[in-house]
């Protein structure tokens, strides 16, 4: 009698690590050996058709004539359909030639047909070509334009809902978690999988995934986001949610077609990890103090500008907690919700039915609000309709993407508002970055040696002086257990504060516009970004290299 575990080592190299391992997973979860060393990367796909007619003494189909015709398939007992589902095909009336010879639905089914037949064992290909010949009904053309039969789709259902597949999902996800990451990334590089965590803004390299699990690991992504497993020539989004590690978390999912497979980032939104005080964000008291007398005002637009994953959505949700009593009606327009926040009326926009920004917001200044919040002005209508809708009484909160201020005034000019409009609606501009805060458990005076060097190179004195700052702290980010090993833990707002007066709206808007605004704004002693994260630098909140990546 052969023995699997011979078989295994001798014939196929499998290491006896791998099999202790693969023993242990089968004890405590059931399954076969074969099956559990794919999965976990012991083992060789390609060589199952070897292993089973090692193991089995079945001998190995190798030549494609010995496929029947197309006429002969027809002549064959409607047996074969059913068979063909398992990727059992009956060649003849007592020959089949089988991917898995243990399937046991297939040689119940066989055997109630009839006892004495032979088997032969065929490689993924030959079952492709197969299941073309048999089941030509069911077959679909998949994104690289090849055929992915329904059997195949099943099977790959199957894949993804097997214990590897699931605990490696789960792993991922609770590693993401627990090193505080926004997003993950799941990307072919090299024809490997790179893992990637987005944590405090910056990319960091994870781990590959084993090749035997690539597909099952992006199929389950698909399938738990809701997404078509067989479509891969067009970008995909879903949303799953799911608790994990004792959190309900929802997490948005991107998949992208690539010239070498696809890309899929998932973003984690947790509720329980969002802090909606102002205080929280670290806006400096100064410009706190002016944003606070904004929020005072009952009409009028505040508009906050940066970069995707500059934490604008962060700072309207806090501006709206600071406002949201029983006083008011708050009415948000979204593009995905992010957070669902308690006594606001949240609404999500769907431009697949032609209920878009602009749309949505004509929809809910029927609605009688007090507080409109739209996700992002992206077009002249939903600007003008939010501009009008300030002057009718309505606080307006949106953002646009520029990299200052001031450049907010042209962005919506290019769009087609009018300059008046901006003059009577802005109330205030704010442009805001994300630098990483130091961590406070490793991060180190910087020594006097290199503080004599960073003086001179940056205008830190100058903010000194200006703000009469009197503890300065210069610390470097070291590293440790707590970080990472990355220096930096959690995140600081760097903020523009832009007041859109009497005396800004008097300034032309033409070319010169923006480089006049600024001038007014140093005037009035308010920061640019760059001069607010040098604030926070000789603060000891975080370095300047952070700050000239962010903000320089």
Known sequence: MVVIEEVLINEFSVSENDLIKA??????????????????????EDDLPAFYHKFLNIELLVDENQFPSEDKIQTLPDIRLKLAEHNWYLLDINIVACLDPLNLEASQLMDAYQNDYDLLIITKNHAQALSELYLPEHNILDNNGQVLSLVEEDKLRELAAEAPVVNLFNKLVSKALKASASDMHIEPVDGRLRVRFRIDGVLHSEEYIPTQLQLAIITRLKILSGMDIAEKRRPQDGKIELKILQEELDIRVSALPLETGESVVLRFLRKQAINLEMASLGIEQDTANLIQEDLTKTSGVMLIT????????????SFLNKLNTDKVKIITLEDPVEYQLDGINQVQVSPEIGFDFSAGLRSIVRQDPDIIMVGEIRDAET?????????????????VHTNDAPSAFTRLMDLGVEPFLLDAALVSILAQ??????CQ??????????????????PLKDIETNFQLKNVTLKKNIGCEQCGHSGYNGRVALIEYLRCDVELNAIPKDEAFIAKARELNSQRNCRTLYQDGLLKVLKGITTIEEVVRVAG
Do not use: W
């Open 441 to 458: 458990h490793c991060a180190e005076l910087v020594p006097e040696n290199e503080l004599a060097l960073l003086y001179e190179r940056y």
């Open 433 to 438: 970055r994300l630098a990483r805060k130091l």
């Open 306 to 317: 940066g970069p995707t994953g500059s934490g604008k959505t962060t700072s309207l949700y």
């Open 23 to 44: 023993k242990e997973f089968q004890n405590k979860h059931s399954g076969r050996l074969e099956s559990i060393l794919i999965n976990m990367g012991g083992l060789d």
């Open 383 to 399: 600007a003008k309709i939010a501009l009008q809708s300030a002057l009718t009484g309505h606080l307006v909160f949106s953002t």
